[in-house]
């Protein structure tokens, strides 16, 4: 066991009727509010009027940054940069999914430089200490930024996909109403379900001698959730138990409450940040496709027991087999779940994606050195599980 710190200071509102808190939450920061969101479907739900008239109601004044991208541009959250430096916002709120929320991040920090450019922060590997206060309306369970320091920013005119963290991007509020996520399409469920589940998977969960066991079994219970209740979600799309606990389970998986120093190299999604840098491919898919692989790929006798207990604990594999045999049966559950259960497309060929850029992106992918876990991996390992994928 690790030596660790924990401290997560983010105020979260969960439940059916805990917008109204809204206006009262945001006027501790001022009265000026950029509302971030992506496409048009916060309009078609309706929670766009519903935002907006609560807080105009209240007296604020709202500015609106729209079109963020699926995987958010620097160009972007300049944008919305500029407009918070011009007008003097007070509060960034994100309203939609990881990827708003993640430009909702990267605006905070850029409306504090010296010239409005996000970029230079994520290149140069910035902690931010010092950003605009951010607030969120979730209606995507996903990427878990709700409540954590981290967003991804993609600068796509140099195929880089690279985090952004800081002590100053958690958010200050945030509401998580399941309903919200009721209209959400199949395909991004079954992306965002996958997504927290990678989370645990890649983040924490096979982190070796650093494992203690109440953290261990709390991972788990996370993992086992997001497989119990996303195929009900996807049954039933307004099943509120189901979006519910898959709504807890994002943030539960990145706040880290399920670290506790057991932190690793994190190497999905080292290797699926290039693919979304270079093809702009859903980060939950380019998971999904990678994560049975790259278990594929570790398997060995030093890590062989840690995959068995997944598929234990996970997904119901049968205790009593030997460990190379119960990991392959977990590795199993976890494509079954990926391609059958969540009905996602298994290889990269399917999205169009062959190996021509392979070698510089598993390069970049490990930066120069090694990711380090159970087993590192170089960028020849990389290439080869990249391969694995066609």
């Not at 199949?186 to 990678?198: E, K, L, M, S, V």
């Not at 709504?247 to 999604?269: E, I, P, R």
């Not at 120069?368 to 991996?377: N, V």
């Amino acid at each position: 066991m690790n030596d660790f710190i924990f401290h997560n200071p983010a105020k979260v509102y969960f439940g059916k009727n805990q917008l109204e808190h809204l206006p009262e939450e945001l006027a501790a920061f001022g009265t000026k509010v950029l509302m971030v969101y992506g496409g048009g479907s916060i309009k078609k739900s309706g929670l766009y009027d519903k935002v907006r008239g609560l807080l105009e109601s209240a007296g604020m004044e709202l500015f609106e940054l729209a079109g963020v991208e699926p995987n958010p541009r620097h160009t972007t959250a300049n944008r919305g940069a500029a407009i918070c430096r011009q007008n003097g916002i007070d509060v960034v709120l994100a309203v939609g999914g990881g990827s708003a929320i993640d430009c909702a991040k990267g605006v905070a920090a850029a409306s504090k430089t010296a010239d409005g450019d996000v970029w230079p922060l994520v290149a140069g590997g910035a902690w931010v200490t010092d950003a605009l206060p951010v607030a969120v309306v979730l209606t995507n369970a996903a990427t878990g930024s709700e409540m954590d320091a981290w967003s991804v920013i993609s600068n796509m005119d140099v195929n880089q996909k690279i985090g952004l963290g800081g002590s100053a991007l958690i958010p200050r509020v945030a509401f998580e109403n399941p309903e919200h996520s009721y209209t959400l399409p199949a395909y991004q469920t079954a992306c965002g379900a996958f997504d927290i589940f990678n989370h645990v998977l890649d983040n924490y969960y096979l982190a070796g001698d650093a494992t203690f066991d109440l953290v261990l079994e709390m991972q788990e219970a996370v993992m086992r959730t997001v497989v119990k209740w996303t195929p009900v979600a996807l049954e039933e799309p307004q099943n509120y138990e189901a979006r519910a606990n898959l709504m807890w389970a994002s943030s539960m998986a990145l706040n880290t409450v399920l670290d506790a120093g057991t932190v690793h190299g994190c190497a999905c999604h080292m290797m699926e940040h290039e693919l979304s840098a270079y093809y702009d491919i859903t980060h939950g898919h380019g998971l999904a496709i990678l994560a049975p692989r790259w278990l594929e790929y570790i398997l060995d006798d030093g890590t062989a027991s840690a995959i068995y207990r997944l598929g234990i604990a996970v997904f119901g594999v049968e205790e009593g087999l030997s460990p190379e045999e119960g990991a392959r049966r977990a590795i199993e559950r976890v494509s079954s779940f990926a391609f059958e259960t969540l009905g996602l497309e298994g290889t990269l060929t399917e999205l169009g994606i062959d190996e021509a850029h392979f070698q510089d992106m598993a390069r970049h992918a490990c930066g120069g050195g090694r990711i380090p876990g159970l087993r590192s991996l170089g960028a020849e390992d990389v290439e080869r599980i990249y391969r694995m994928c066609l």
